[in-house]
């Protein structure tokens, strides 16, 4: 489809790409058309996303093709396409400046002729097609030192900000007196212990966060203020408060979750991941709440 698209002297095929390393981001572009010469952009930055990168390399092959009168369609081949969305994105997010540039460029070529049109098309690197797999690999192969010292973008720089508060979050969350003594470890699906982020909604309120009831109960049980035995203890260390289940002595979080036969609705014993211990709750909607106890 592509090549037959090509062989029309008024379509314009553009392939762009960009890679960062060691902070340096590198946009290509190739535009193909019939009967002219190859033209190639290359362009570095420094301090600057991919979704940026990504953005300036679609812009400047839309740029050229302003330059050649007989183009009615252009065709912007890219393996991120989402970031391309973001050019008819009317919502606020940081990237205004360089859309204003890119639609100022498409306001030129829709005025131009009525007929005019683009089109925006996916290529993932995987799939190695010839035009894309160019930009692909010429991006990845730069290696770019900059020798004076460069200003971070502003997404730059809120990431940075960001990484460096999560990362500090993170050594904070490995000392149990910030998370607390009696804090549960759980994994994750791949069998990895759990740490805090704020992306996606957080670790552990994408699993529990659509019942507020279910959020409160996995609160509890994760930091061990709940409405059981080993709870009371800590206040009322002289009284007995054995598990209603008469089978231990006290009704700790550890025998409610594996061993309490008042709570077996659910028969996976991988208690030990969010997703098994989420499904536990699910499963047993008396445990760690507070309702009359189970006889």
């Known amino acids: 489809m592509v090549l037959e698209s090509s062989s029309f002297p008024s379509v314009a095929i553009v392939a762009s790409d960009a890679s960062i390393k060691n902070n340096v981001a590198t946009s290509i572009t190739h535009i193909h058309m019939v009967n002219k010469p190859l033209i190639r952009t290359v362009h570095h930055a420094v301090n600057i996303m991919s979704t940026e990168a990504e953005l300036f390399a679609i812009r400047c092959g839309i740029n050229q093709t302003l330059y050649f009168n007989n183009i009615s369609k252009t065709i912007v081949i890219t393996d991120s396409i989402h970031v391309a969305h973001k050019i008819f994105d009317s919502l606020a997010h940081p990237y205004q400046i360089l859309l204003a540039a890119i ?15 683009i089109e925006f098309w996916e290529c993932p690197s995987c799939l190695n097609w010839r035009l894309h797999e160019k930009v692909d690999k ?17 997404n730059f720089s809120k990431k940075n900000e960001s990484d460096d508060i999560l990362n500090a979050w993170k050594m904070m969350f490995q000392a149990s007196n ?7 470890d759980l994994l994750d699906d791949n069998d990895n212990i759990i740490e805090p982020t704020y992306v996606k909604g957080g670790s552990w309120l994408k699993m529990i966060g659509h019942s507020n009831l ?5 609160t509890r049980a994760i930091t061990n203020h709940a409405p059981i035995s080993e709870y009371r203890l800590r206040f009322f260390p002289r009284v007995e408060f054995k598990c209603l289940c008469g089978q231990y002595p006290i009704e700790l ?17 991988r208690r030990d991941s969010l997703s098994h211990f989420i499904m536990f709750l699910e499963f047993n ?11």
């Open 103 to 117: 639609l100022s460029d498409l306001c030129v070529f829709f005025n131009s002729h009525i007929n005019n049109s």
């Open 138 to 154: 010429k991006t990845k192969a730069f290696n770019f030192t900059p020798l004076l010292l460069c200003k971070n973008s502003w």
């Open 178 to 184: 910030f998370k607390g003594n009696y804090f549960l």
């Open 214 to 218: 279910l959020c409160a109960r996995a």
């Open 253 to 269: 979080r550890r025998h409610i979750l594996y061993e309490c036969s008042r709570f077996n609705g659910y028969w996976n014993p």
């Open 285 to 295: 909607p008396n445990a760690f709440s507070f309702c009359d106890p189970i006889e």
